[in-house]
């Protein structure tokens, strides 16, 4: 296994009790324990573990030893260690890592490993809302719907009309964010060993959708100045994907979004090759340049082979749980009954506040923007006076920027950032293949006082 996505899943394994050794030991087996790592899969080199995690070699080779006198890994000469597991559960698809993103750290721990927005309080004002005699109606029925609340299917299908995009509510699936949008997608189009386009680099939680459906993932450079579309062309010309995976606007990780000129010409050359379309939109609200909220590609492209994915994460609050996908009807339809052996349904209540504040959309667009552009100025002053060699190309949208940290490591920088108390993500958590290692993710709205405080910590890291 690659020794970044090793470092990844090693999060906090230092922190323990004992000798180091023994501390990164009992970090890997924990891992094999909680089925992140395959049966059979083989550990980095003991030499580039040693260097990735910024310690001696000989604290690697003590800890493989331990981990095989406890038969947890199995060493073979000449073919490495590798992982031996005797659980009962096993995941078929393997995580890299982003669940410390959610995981909740020391109070000391400042987190900078996620871009996702504290909620806006007006979440807090539409529960306080809402009606209960509709929450009588809706409790008086069984309440599933797994296409979604009809009410939130047709505000949501609004809101793309009045964004220029005609949309019917049968061409809505309501789900539980969009990451079971993706998942959903992910495993309703793609087949085992099915090639899938992706950019690099990308969100990282699609590329785990589409591992996870065993897609072949194919790449195209997704630079600062957007998608090389003759890049796309190119592979198209000599592969058949099955799909393509793509973020038009305010695209996670860079924050950038695609001109008008690449949009017409992506879509031409996507029609023409036949391919299927996925479009995640989920950052698309979080708009910084003034250049306002670019409209879907769905209406570029042959309505039969796309599909358009969001969200109410990033424009109202994570723990909504409400994303959607808009799609033709019968695809709605395929999604929906795959959807029924999920969850069944998105919650009700849920459901009837992003029914509500999404008929507010084009105020809680600019709400948002009046609070990220500030904070992306004051984020580009403190690092220009604290870092002025790390290199970044102003978003065009979201939360973050995208660090060029030159020749430095991004992912021995994040290790070393790590035990200084700061969490912050690497390049190649966003890369198919690992790539982007002198990148690094840093959300840019967190108050300057933390940013600044963060800085300090990791001063000569
Ligand atoms: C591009 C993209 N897609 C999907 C998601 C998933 O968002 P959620 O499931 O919260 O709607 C995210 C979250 O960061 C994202 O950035």
């Not at 390049?427 to 300057?448: C, D, T, Y």
């Amino acid at each position: 296994m690659d020794v970044t996505v090793l470092c990844r899943l090693l999060d906090g394994w230092a922190d323990g009790d004992g000798q180091l050794p023994q501390r990164l030991a009992d970090a890997v087996a924990a891992l094999v324990a909680a089925d992140h790592l395959a049966d059979g899969a083989i550990l980095p080199p003991q030499r580039e573990l040693a260097a990735a995690l910024g310690i001696a070699r000989g604290t690697v080779t003590t800890a493989y030893d331990l981990l095989a006198a406890q038969d947890c890994v199995q060493a073979r000469q000449g073919s490495g260690s590798r992982v031996r597991r005797r659980g009962v559960l096993t995941a078929k698809g393997a995580t890299s890592g982003r669940l410390s993103s959610f995981a909740g750290h020391g109070h000391d721990e400042i987190d900078l490993s996620s871009g996702a927005l504290p909620g806006l309080p007006g979440v807090v004002g539409a529960f306080a809302r809402l009606d209960p005699i509709e929450l009588a109606a809706e409790v008086a029925t069984d309440g599933y719907h797994p296409a979604g609340l009809p009410r939130l299917r047709e505000a949501i299908a609004a809101q793309y009309t009045r964004d220029g995009l005609d949309t019917a509510p049968d061409q809505i699936l309501v789900t539980s964010g969009s990451q079971q949008a993706l998942w959903l997608v992910a495993h309703t189009l793609v087949s085992a060993g099915d090639e899938v386009v992706v950019e690099d680099p990308t969100y990282r939680g699609g590329l785990e959708a589409f591992r996870d459906a065993g897609a072949a993932l194919l790449t195209v450079p997704r630079r600062v100045d957007g998608l090389d579309v003759c890049a796309v062309e190119a592979l198209l010309r000599t592969r058949r994907p099955r799909a393509f995976y793509v973020q038009p606007a305010a695209h996670n990780p860079t924050g950038t979004s695609l001109s008008s000129a690449q949009r017409a010409a992506l879509a031409d050359v996507l029609t023409g090759h036949g391919v299927h379309v996925i479009e995640d939109t989920s950052s698309a609200d979080l708009v910084l340049d003034g250049a306002g909220f670019r409209p879907s590609l769905a209406g570029q492209l042959d309505p039969r082979r796309v599909v358009t994915i969001g969200t109410t994460s990033k424009l109202l609050w994570g723990g909504l749980r409400v994303g959607w996908v808009r799609a033709a009807p019968a695809v709605v339809q395929t999604l929906t009954r795959m959807r029924t052996t999920i969850d069944i349904g998105t919650p009700v209540a849920d459901q009837l506040v992003a029914a509500d504040l999404i008929a507010t959309t084009a105020d809680l667009r600019r709400r948002r923007t009046a609070d990220l552009v500030p904070a992306l100025a004051a984020t580009e002053e403190l690092l220009a006076a604290r870092r002025p060699h790390w290199r970044w190309v102003r978003p065009s949208g979201g939360t973050s920027l995208w660090i060029d940290l030159g020749d430095a490591d991004a992912v021995t920088f994040v290790e070393q950032a790590r035990r200084r108390g700061v969490r912050m993500v690497a390049g190649p958590s966003f890369s198919a293949f690992e790539g982007q290692r002198s990148h690094l993710k840093l959300p840019f709205w967190h108050p300057p006082a933390r940013l600044a405080t963060a800085l300090d910590r990791i001063t000569g890291a």
